[in-house]
């Protein structure tokens, strides 16, 4: 099922550098478990500077947690995707691949994928800055595409000013496949992101500063009831 405005996509992007001091390795599988345990929909294990012993071994076990996790009902929901590394995606079975500017063209990836060296079911999903490169991205045989930054973040300011809601529009209105929208999105302007048509939010530090489990459950509850 098309995902809609009735069932929106909260889509954690992770990022180990922003789980604090200790073993980042650790914190990072421990916040995925408690994203996936809070009910969130997708989960990026977006991780490029592992090594891809340890990037495997993350993602698998993402995908176990979310297996485990789908025994109550929600496993058709929620989606373990991995950051440009088609062999650790495939590897750990998660249930796609993310790619951005530096990566593969989607186009390359998508055929060898459709040409039985994945499952059916195995997903690409493309970053992209604007509607040009959306449309790329669609015709090539995407997924789904990220669109962003649409708010100010910390993160993306080096890259300009952010797209707004307006672009995000244009995108969404342009588009068949479905687009989350990424960059400063949170549970205070989710909506407006959804109002246009998103098909769902994607963010990092609204999962990642999330002080306990309860905290993380009602916020992702709060975003996956948004309309």
Not at 128 to 137: D, F, G, P, Y
Not at 142 to 148: D, E, K
Not at 171 to 200: S, Y
Not at 211 to 219: D, E, I, K, P, S
Request: glycine fraction near 10%; aromatic fraction near 4%.
């Amino acid at each position: 099922m098309s995902p809609t405005r009735e069932n929106p996509i909260v889509y954690y992007v992770t990022d180990r550098k922003g789980l604090g001091s200790g073993d980042p390795v650790a914190a990072l599988r421990e916040r995925i478990r408690l994203a996936i345990e809070a009910g969130i929909n997708w989960v990026q294990v977006r991780e490029k500077d592992l090594s891809a012993r340890e990037l495997l071994s993350v993602a698998r076990d993402a995908v176990a947690a979310a297996q485990c996790r789908g025994g109550a009902g929600l496993r058709k929901t929620i989606r373990v995707i991995v950051n440009d590394r088609l062999d650790v995606a495939l590897a750990a079975g998660a249930a796609g691949v993310h790619l951005g500017g530096e990566s593969v063209p989607a186009r390359e990836v998508v055929r060898w994928c459709r040409n039985g060296n994945a499952p059916a079911t195995f997903w690409v999903g493309v970053s992209c800055h604007n509607l040009t490169e959306a449309r790329e991205a669609e015709e090539a045989g995407a997924n789904y595409v990220f669109f962003g930054p649409i708010f100010d973040t910390p993160s993306k300011r080096m890259f300009g000013a952010p797209q707004g809601v307006e672009r995000l529009a244009e995108v969404c209105t342009g588009l068949r496949i479905p687009v989350i929208a990424i960059g400063g999105v949170n549970a205070e302007n989710a909506a407006d992101c959804l109002r246009v048509r998103a098909a769902g939010v994607a963010a990092i530090r609204v999962v990642q500063e999330a002080a306990n489990l309860g905290v993380l459950r009602a916020t992702i509850t709060k975003l996956r009831e948004l309309k």
